[in-house]
């Protein structure tokens, strides 16, 4: 255990002994903020609610969740590091769990800085505070999910540009796979179970629901399933490139 | 102490009564066909190829081998290693020394064989074995955005020390290899000789029985490599003690047992004076060409 908390606390201190965590947090919480208010119109709305800031999460984190993780093992196979990490007594899961832990708490923290937001719907009215905890607990669950996709990105490459791309690209298929335009598409050609199959992977249906306020049982088991077959394949990468 | 160390002081205690072993040379070579176990060392020829329990022998590597797609990078290497042994692992560039070395710490699987760290097989007990050995590894990688103390206090977390004991072996590990004046400082701003000085310090900072180093004095200046040998000759006795090396005048300095591999195999082994006399002129760098240089060629 004491290893486990020492992995997860070098890590989490990782970000904040470079500037990438600031550089990140103020961007994360620019655009946020720009797009809940000047594109959205929160203010001119005349609704006390945090929907038009849900709504844009998954779009922000879609760019800022891939480069918050394209380091985590790309960095460590660049740098060498790599090799004095693994040979000391730590298991593959410790550190995969470790890595994805540490890099999760700094997009929670992220997130909770967003909280003036919720000052300031506060100070417009009475919105319903269910939905606004629930739609924080959906936003978690979203970058967690988003993050298990660049653990293993940046596990397959020690290239953090390509990690940062591939992560995007995969995170950008599970964000439209539901979309009309894209379920249109596939319908022309593709057999049903093929197209139900696709959709049934878009993160889209589970974000709304919470957003919502529904706390449906599938939704967390979609959300844990997708992390945990992404950390899954994250060990199988990185197992199989020490007895290549 | 924290359990996992004091379980491993328990397994030292019960190997001190094999400590007491007659001086004279004690990594027990297996090689193929070069040397016959009676040209190696009188002693050599009793133990010659027997596994005599693991008592005495901190480091045994079984046969290893490994290859990367088609290419065999090592095709069979066994050898044995005794506590106040440093062994010199000899062998110009690609012949598999740091593949071997990554293999016995762990950082990769072996295609075939086994190497085990005080009875501890690296396959079987990875993580047992693990905490018996401190690993330099080659270019000597450190986290370069933390400081110094901030590096070696991650290190003896990941070992298993808190409180303390933590602040104390990072203390002592700073203090060994003088780096008290830039311990605050952020690894990334350090010269390359105090980035190797503070990898050499995570790599001893829990006093390892058994210490691998990939080429330690690589790229260093005289007064450095000579401060990396003094380090190591003065912690000899306790430890079986591996390093890699292309530099022969570091094994006349440091070694007492010297294996040389090409290509992959084993090609001579013995004390540096065994190995010297194999060559008319007695200088080293003559049998280490004569036996490698047809490798090259291959």
């Given at each position: 255990m004491s290893t486990f908390n020492a992995l997860f606390k070098r890590e989490l201190k990782s970000y904040f002994e470079s500037p990438v965590a600031y550089v990140f947090l103020v961007v994360f919480l620019l655009l946020s903020g720009f797009l809940t208010?000047?594109?959205?119109r929160l203010y001119e709305q005349g609704q006390a609610t945090l929907e038009p800031f849900f709504f844009w999460q998954p779009w922000v984190y879609l760019l800022l969740v891939p480069a918050a993780s394209m380091r985590m093992w790309s960095d460590e196979r660049r740098s060498g590091t790599l090799e004095l990490l693994l040979t000391l007594p730590v298991t593959m899961a410790q550190s995969i769990l470790a890595k994805f832990l540490a890099a999760w708490a700094f997009l929670v923290l992220a997130i909770a800085l967003t909280c003036p937001v919720v000052v300031t719907i506060y100070g417009l009215g009475q919105p319903d505070a269910g939905t606004i905890v629930s739609g924080y607990l959906g936003c978690i669950l979203l970058a967690g999910a988003y993050l298990a996709v660049g653990a293993v990105t940046s596990a397959m490459t020690r290239n953090q540009v390509i990690s940062f791309v591939v992560s995007l690209v995969v995170c950008l298929f599970l964000l439209m796979a539901g979309w009309p335009p894209v379920t249109e598409m596939l319908v022309q050609w593709a057999p049903n179970w093929l197209v139900n199959g696709v959709a049934a992977f878009s993160v889209m249906p589970h974000f709304e629901s919470i957003q919502r306020g529904v706390l449906d049982l599938r939704d967390f088991v979609y959300y844990f399933s997708v992390m945990g077959v992404m950390l899954f394949t994250a060990h199988l990468v990185l197992e199989n490139r020490k007895s290549a | 102490m924290t359990q996992k160390n004091s379980r491993a002081g328990l397994v030292f205690h019960g190997f001190r009564s094999f400590f007491r072993m007659p001086e004279g040379w004690h990594a027990i070579c297996i090689y193929p066909g070069q040397l016959t176990p009676d040209e190696k060392?009188?002693?050599a020829g009793a133990t010659d190829?027997?596994?005599?329990?693991?008592?005495?022998?901190m480091l045994e590597v079984k046969d290893i081998k490994k290859s990367f797609g088609d290419i065999e990078a090592v095709r069979g290497i066994s050898f044995k290693v005794e506590k106040g042994d440093v062994l010199g692992f000899l062998g110009p560039n690609g012949a598999g020394k740091s593949t071997t070395m990554r293999m016995i710490t762990g950082f990769l699987i072996p295609t075939a064989g086994t190497a085990s760290v005080l009875g501890h097989d690296i396959l079987d007990q990875p993580l047992e074995a693990k905490r018996q050995i401190g690993y330099l590894p080659e270019n000597a990688p450190?986290?370069?955005?933390?400081?110094v103390t901030g590096f070696l206090v991650f290190v003896a977390g990941m070992r298993g020390y808190s409180g303390k004991e933590k602040t104390d072996r990072v203390n002592a590990a700073v203090e060994r290899c003088n780096l008290g004046r830039v311990?605050?400082?952020?690894?990334?701003?350090?010269s390359k000789g105090f980035r190797q000085r503070v990898c050499f310090a995570q790599a001893v900072l829990h006093d390892p029985p058994v210490l691998i180093m990939d080429e330690p004095t690589d790229g260093l200046d005289p007064n450095q490599k000579f401060a990396v040998r003094s380090m190591i000759r003065e912690m000899a006795a306790g430890k079986a003690i591996v390093i890699s090396t292309h530099i022969l005048e570091e094994v006349e300095a440091v070694c007492t047992k010297a294996v040389i591999i090409g290509d992959g195999r084993i090609l001579a082994c013995g004390t540096p004076a065994e190995l010297k006399a194999r060559s008319p002129s007695g200088r080293l760098d003559e049998v280490f060409r004569t036996l490698t240089s047809g490798q090259n060629a291959a």
């Open positions: 208010f000047f594109v959205s | 060392s009188p002693r190829g027997v596994i005599d329990s693991y008592g005495g022998i450190v986290y370069a955005d933390m400081t311990r605050h400082q952020t690894i990334g701003t350090l």
